[in-house]
């Protein structure tokens, strides 16, 4: 009687088999496990991004005096 | 694409090219006042982001000399931004403050965030950005 996989791989087989259906168990169920679902369409809508909210308050008065001699230095361009 | 094509396609960029050679030389040669006299037209108006804008259509003149300016403003801004630790957008938007606290004429054109063009109301003061505090 020829062998079958059930009982090629040494002498246990049934764990070479078990590990082989654990693995595609595990395979198929990954992307559940990680929650992940990915979205291919695209949104229906452009992403707008409003740029002023990332703009510190602190940057502008630090920068108060830098930025009076930069115009003071530049008439023609500001 | 005929020959007739071919030689407006070539006149216009021939137009764009010197209308840039120009614009270049208006505002490298320290047109003394080239930013404010853009704005003196009332086509060109300042913005809170710190660049001038368009008011309405121009010609590609006018349009070459304000990407001309603001292209040195970038540069500007850009150093200024390295040097201190702020980003570009933040310089920018900080100089914008002082220029709509002085640099905007009596009824010259200027554009807050929300986009709209307002003209200064003769010596009005010129409303603050909301970012500049």
Same mark, same amino acid.
């Given at each position: 009687m020829t062998a079958t996989s059930l009982t090629r791989k040494g002498g246990d087989a049934s764990r070479w088999t078990m590990d082989r259906i654990g693995t595609a168990l595990l395979a198929a169920?990954?992307?559940v496990l990680l929650g992940g679902c990915v979205q291919v369409t695209a949104?229906?809508?452009p992403i =707008?991004?409003? %740029? @002023?909210? @990332?703009?510190?308050? *602190?940057v502008v008065v630090r920068l108060q005096e830098d =930025?009076? *001699? %930069?115009i003071e230095r530049n008439p023609g361009v500001f | 694409m005929n020959r007739h094509v071919k030689l407006m396609i070539a !006149?216009?960029?021939?137009? !764009? /090219? /010197?209308a840039g050679g120009t614009a270049y030389a208006f505002v490298a040669q320290g047109g003394d006042a080239a930013a404010a006299q853009l704005r003196a037209t009332g086509l060109v108006g300042e913005q809170a982001d710190g660049y001038l804008g368009l008011v309405g259509s121009a010609s590609a003149e006018v349009r070459a000399? /304000?990407?001309? +300016?603001? +292209?040195?403003?970038? !540069?500007?801004?850009?150093d200024l931004a390295s040097r201190r630790g702020a980003t570009i957008e933040e310089v920018a938007a900080a100089t914008a403050c002082q220029i709509f606290a002085g640099r905007v004429g009596p009824n010259q054109f200027y554009r807050l965030?929300?986009?709209v063009w307002r003209r200064r109301n003769g010596s009005e003061p010129v409303p603050r950005p909301g970012h500049c505090g």
């Open positions: 169920a990954a992307p949104p229906d809508r =707008v991004i409003d %740029l @002023n909210i @990332n703009i510190r308050q *602190e =930025v009076r *001699e %930069l | !006149a216009g960029i021939g137009l !764009a /090219v /010197v000399q /304000v990407d001309a +300016i603001n +292209i040195q403003r970038r !540069a500007y801004y850009t965030p929300d986009g």
